[in-house]
């Protein structure tokens, strides 16, 4: 008699995709089906991860991030997830950067284990700066205590190693700028920005900007005349995040500076501290304006207009 041989089970929508993954179909309906994965397929999908061809995960990563400005619905964040084991530096790097929305408390995990013990100074660059997120939190007061400390503690000591690589070091740093009330941090800001490293300073007035304290003000305004182009930046995207009107004579000048990142900066900074004198130094400076800086000032102008100070009421 003959044995009726047994029937392959059908595959399953996720696993139909992974083998048009592998085969280079990258279209949306097919990427979209490795979002909001239940446990389940979270499982099959790490299982079957390294098998789908290096290239294509680099593509299929980069494709996460579009899609998801795209199709505000979906959620590849358990996806992301996997990635960060990729054996690929580039795929752990765009999975690091891919997860900047998620502030959950196990995301904070998982940045903080990847900048302590990932073999690419890269991952652990994109690490540290994703962080900085978490450190606005902390000091808010929107994480718990223990958490806050843990955070604050390894980013010190990233920042003050030596023997850390520059790149990590140098993103440490700016992720402690929402601690900067805190001497110990206070001191290794001043260090780097003393220190005559040039990368190292300009990370020094990052962090003083995301400090949102307005003791650094008069660093920054002095920096935003600096004959480094880089620093002028850095100066005047914190003289925007410190939100001083004083900041207004002096960002002016650099919106009409030789350099187009600095001239940008400094129009999104008079942009981020609003109301009626941000608005008249943007509309006397569209009057001069070249064609590729009016489009942003216009835009600049708008955002400008919507922190406008409020009008007093008549008695």
Not at 176 to 197: H, M, N, Q, T, V
């Amino acid at each position: 008699m003959d044995v009726e041989e047994p029937r392959e089970q059908p595959r399953s929508a996720l696993e139909r995709a992974i083998s048009n993954l592998r085969d280079g179909d990258l279209s949306q309906t097919q990427v979209a089906r490795l979002s909001d994965l239940s446990r389940e397929n979270a499982r099959t999908l790490t299982r079957a991860w390294e098998s789908i061809p290096e290239e294509t995960r680099i593509d299929l990563v980069r494709r996460f991030d579009e899609l998801s400005e795209e199709r505000v619905e979906l959620n590849f964040n358990r996806a992301l997830r996997i990635a960060l084991d990729d054996s690929s530096a580039v795929v752990r790097q765009l999975a690091v950067a891919g997860l900047w929305e998620d502030e959950s408390r196990d995301v904070l995990d998982l940045m903080r284990h990847v900048l302590e013990t990932d073999a690419s100074p890269d991952v652990r660059a994109q690490a540290a700066a994703a962080l900085e997120r978490f450190s606005g939190r902390a000091v808010d007061g929107s994480l718990d205590e223990s958490a806050a400390t843990d955070l604050r503690n390894d980013l010190r000591r990233v920042a003050s190693d030596p023997e850390a690589p520059y790149s990590v070091q140098r993103r440490a740093l700016e992720s402690l700028g929402p601690y900067a009330a805190d001497p110990e941090i206070e001191s290794l800001i001043l260090d780097a920005y003393d220190s005559g490293d040039h990368g190292l300073q300009c990370s020094a007035i990052y962090a003083m900007g995301q400090s949102l304290d307005s003791r650094w003000l008069p660093t920054i305004l002095m920096e935003l005349e600096s004959d480094e182009p880089e620093i002028r930046f850095e100066a005047a995207r914190a003289a925007g995040l410190l939100g001083a009107a004083d900041a207004l004579p002096v960002l002016l000048e650099a919106a009409r500076d030789d350099d187009a990142e600095v001239r940008h900066a400094a129009i999104g900074a008079i942009a981020q501290i609003g109301g009626r004198g941000a608005v008249r130094a943007l509309e006397r400076l569209a009057e001069d304006a070249g064609e590729a800086d009016l489009e942003l000032i216009e835009s600049a102008i708008e955002e400008a207009n919507i922190l406008l100070d409020p009008i007093p009421h008549s008695s």
